[in-house]
């Protein structure tokens, strides 16, 4: 069975007092975890070392950082390598997040590459794809989501490829007034899915892990979760919340 995500994007929020809280709080909730059912923190980056210390004694969690270079090294000021993440036991890395997109012009070519460099670090991408509300209102997502996938994923081998967890961002519905009901999220998977099957089979297909990444709380996690082709969420706001994000964990599929 692939594995259900609940992954916590603290984004830019919290002071390291704060987010010491967080997890002493979420830590001390009694969710129940397996090799199959885990939970990821993508703290930023001063509190990396943090969140592996307040988390070091929890089975099926794991920290995760909110982005890489795609440079292996060099006069990049400011930035932070693969091989730095790896050099502290940094197990996962978000990349691709519809606001680094959107606000730092990532591109599909760049997030190969950085696919790529977390993959030789042996550190577990969450790559992020979606689409924004004028692609979905002129009804063009496949295509859009379809070329994200191709031109940054693609170049992978097969067994690559089954190393990436892909969290698919309904851009539209985030801060819109839009919301996406669990029928779209399902939807989107499922053709998440089927590009990957059509590019690598079936059994690769089913086993990459597809997270939601629009607006997932706890009062609707339980319901988008239950979904087929929906492996966990990628939670912003909720994650911040030691209750919801513990009720978010506990809907995981079982």
Request: a negative charge.
């Amino acid at each position: 069975m692939r594995k259900q995500i609940a992954a916590a994007n603290w984004k830019m929020n919290l002071s390291w007092q704060k987010g010491e809280a967080l997890l002493d709080a979420i830590h001390s909730k009694d969710y129940q975890l397996t090799a199959d059912r885990i939970a990821v923190f993508a703290v930023p980056f001063p509190y990396l070392h943090l969140a592996q210390l307040k988390l070091q004694d929890k089975q099926n969690v794991f920290v995760a950082a909110q982005n890489c270079s795609n440079k292996k090294s060099g006069a990049f000021t400011g930035e932070v390598s693969a091989e730095m993440l790896q050099s502290i036991d940094v197990t996962y890395c978000i990349i691709g997040h519809s606001e680094r997109r959107e606000y730092f012009n990532e591109t599909n070519q760049q997030l190969a590459e950085k696919t790529d460099i977390l993959l030789e670090h042996n550190i577990i991408p969450i790559f992020c794809c979606g689409e924004p509300l004028q692609i979905r209102e002129t009804n063009i997502q496949n295509t859009y989501v379809g070329r994200q996938l191709q031109e940054s994923l693609y170049h992978l081998s097969p067994e690559q490829v089954q190393q990436v967890v892909i969290a698919y961002e309904p851009i539209w519905a985030i801060g819109t007034g839009k919301t996406a009901t669990k029928e779209q999220a399902q939807e989107m998977h499922a053709f998440i899915r089927g590009q990957l099957a059509n590019k690598y089979g079936q059994d690769v297909a089913n086993n990459i892990s597809i997270l939601y990444g629009g607006s997932v709380k706890a009062n609707n996690a339980k319901d988008i979760f239950a979904e087929p082709d929906v492996d966990g969420g990628l939670v912003g706001g909720a994650s911040l919340v030691a209750d919801e994000f513990s009720v978010i964990i506990d809907s995981l599929k079982k």
